[in-house]
C-alpha cells in the first residue's frame, strides 16, 4: 500500500541527491509551514566518511533553514515518537543504514538480510505514520556483477531488495543522475 508522505531518492555516489533532498525537503517544509528535521545515518569511521559529514553539515548550515538534526546509524524505530504531522523528515542514507545494521548481526544466518530489510521497512512506515513528508535517499550500488564476494553480494541483494519495497510504498520516487532528478514514480505537483 502506497504512503503518500514517502517520497524516495536514489542514484549514484556524488550525482547530486542529497542536494536534491535537501532542497525538496526545504520546498515542503514552506508551503506546509513545517518544520525540517534530518536524520544522520553515517558515522565518521574513516577520514572520507568524515569529510562527507562535515560537507552536509556545512551545506545545512549554509541553507540558512533550521534543521534539527538526529544522529541515528542504527534502531531507526526509535525516531518514530519525535516527529508530528507538523515535521518534514529527511533520512540520509538508506544504504548507510542498512550496512550499519547488516554488520551488527550476523549476516550468513537465512533470515538475517530479510529480518533487516523488514526491520528498516516498519521503522520507515512508522516514522512516515508520525510526519508530514518523509525523504529517503539511497545511493544505487549494484550497476556492475558482483562475482567473488558473498558478503557483497548479499549485501546488495538486501539493498536491492529494500530499495524495491520502499519504492512500492512510495509516493513519489526519483533517480538523481547528474545533478537532474528523473520522476520514476508519481506526478509532479510542485
Known sequence: MEEQGIIFISGGVRSGKSSFAEELAAKLACDSNAQLHYIASGQASDPEMSERISRHIKDRERSGLNWTTWEQPRDLARLAPCFSKNDVVLLDCLTTLLNNEF??????????????????????????????????????????????????????????????????????????????????KGAMKR
Open 103 to 184: 554488520f551488527r548481526g550476523t549476516w550468513q544466518e537465512h533470515s538475517f538480510p530479510e529480518d533487516v530489510v523488514s526491520s528498516i521497512i516498519e521503522a520507515v512506515r512508522q516514522i512516515a505514520d508520525s510526519c508530514n513528508s518523509l525523504i529517503l535517499v539511497s545511493n544505487e550500488v549494484a550497476h556492475e556483477p558482483l562475482v567473488g564476494n558473498e558478503l557483497v553480494f548479499c549485501y546488495v541483494s538486501a539493498l536491492g531488495s529494500l530499495h524495491q519495497k520502499i519504492v512500492s510504498i512510495a509516493s513519489e520516487a526519483f533517480l538523481v543522475e547528474s545533478g537532474v532528478p528523473l520522476m520514476m
